[in-house]
């Protein structure tokens, strides 16, 4: 749910977001360590958990949500199998701090970007004399249409692409979510967020520290969401790909979404889980996400050593 607010940051709000960040980040399985990555369009922050030679995963959150949604899924198992490194993007609410003057405005500035986050992850994982390690590539929602966009003109750099209950990618969004969403995106406050968000969940029980946070970015300013097309995705069929939806989402119709995602990706896997909705399935689905990101090893594995080859015989 990317968000378009301008209002002006006080020291005192600005520090209560950032009290409200920390507590959810400290409700991550440690340590944890947080890093400031340099792209052309600012400072990114990235949060890092996991053994730090696993395989890397890079997981984009949705709008809003920040890179502290991914906690549970990290604790539910994806941080044993893999490096985790979450990103808060770039003047969303979070830690990531915009360039001035370099604003992302296009889909082809969210690929340059995450063209830089990815160099900086995966710097430690070669000497430098060959190409980069393929990664595997998550996101939820806003972050997934990020993901599959990037994924479409990107492919040899991935050796997964997990898509979880992706928005304006396989089908719209519903008139009754936009209309609901409305008064959050355009003057959002603590009050309208938690509606919202009791709403489109169905009153789910989300991480106290997540849904306060979620709070605080009432205030937070932001800038408005790069939107577009969406992602062309001729080429990405096969079982490197994994498509997770919501059953119980109130922004598009699940089954409709998965059976436009089985159409436009042959091969990929493509599942929807029942009984969960879209804004609390990193949340509340954490367990399954990270049993699929464990199955994913061993199909990205052969993913990336084929990504590694063609990157070799065109370096």
């Known amino acids: 749910m990317p968000r378009t607010s301008s209002t002006s940051s006080s020291a005192s709000s600005t520090a209560s977001f950032r009290a409200a960040y920390d507590a959810a980040l400290g409700r991550w399985p440690g340590p944890v360590e947080a890093v400031d990555l340099p792209t052309p369009f ?3 922050r990235v949060n890092r958990c996991g053994p730090a030679g696993a395989p890397p995963l890079v997981l984009l959150p949705g709008g809003g949500a920040t890179s502290t949604v991914w906690g549970a899924c990290a604790a539910a198992g994806a941080a044993r199998t893999h490096r985790v490194h979450a990103v808060d993007l770039v003047g969303d609410p979070g830690l990531s701090v915009p360039a001035p003057g370099r604003a992302i405005r296009a889909v082809g500035d969210l690929v340059g970007w995450l063209d830089a986050v990815l160099d900086a992850v995966v710097d430690g994982l070669h000497d430098g004399s060959g190409p980069q390690e393929p990664v595997t590539l998550g996101g939820h929602s806003y972050g997934a249409w990020i993901a599959a966009h990037y994924a479409a003109r990107r492919p040899a750099r991935l050796g997964r692409l997990v898509l979880l209950d992706p928005t304006q990618v396989f089908a719209g969004l519903r008139p009754g979510y936009v209309l609901r969403a409305l ?10 967020i938690r509606s919202f968000l009791t709403w489109e969940t169905r009153g789910a029980a989300l991480e106290p520290a997540w849904l306060r946070l979620q709070e605080e970015s009432a205030r937070f300013p932001g800038v408005r969401p790069v939107t577009g097309p969406r992602p062309d995705l001729a080429g990405l069929a096969g079982p490197w790909v994994d498509v997770l939806f919501a059953e119980r989402s109130r922004c598009h119709d699940s089954g409709r979404a998965a059976r436009a995602a089985r159409e436009a990706l042959p091969g990929a896997r493509v599942d929807v889980l029942p009984g969960v909705a ?6 509340t689905a954490a367990a399954e996400i990270a049993r699929r990101v464990f199955q994913a090893v061993s199909f990205g594995s052969c993913r990336a050593s084929r990504a590694r080859q063609d990157l070799k015989e065109t370096a």
């Not at 008064?183 to 309208?192: F, H, I």
């Not at 879209?278 to 949340?283: D, K, R, S, T, V």
């Open 42 to 44: 600012g400072l990114t």
């Open 183 to 192: 008064p959050v995106l355009v003057r959002p406050t603590p009050e309208r």
């Open 278 to 283: 879209h804004h609390a399935l990193p949340l």
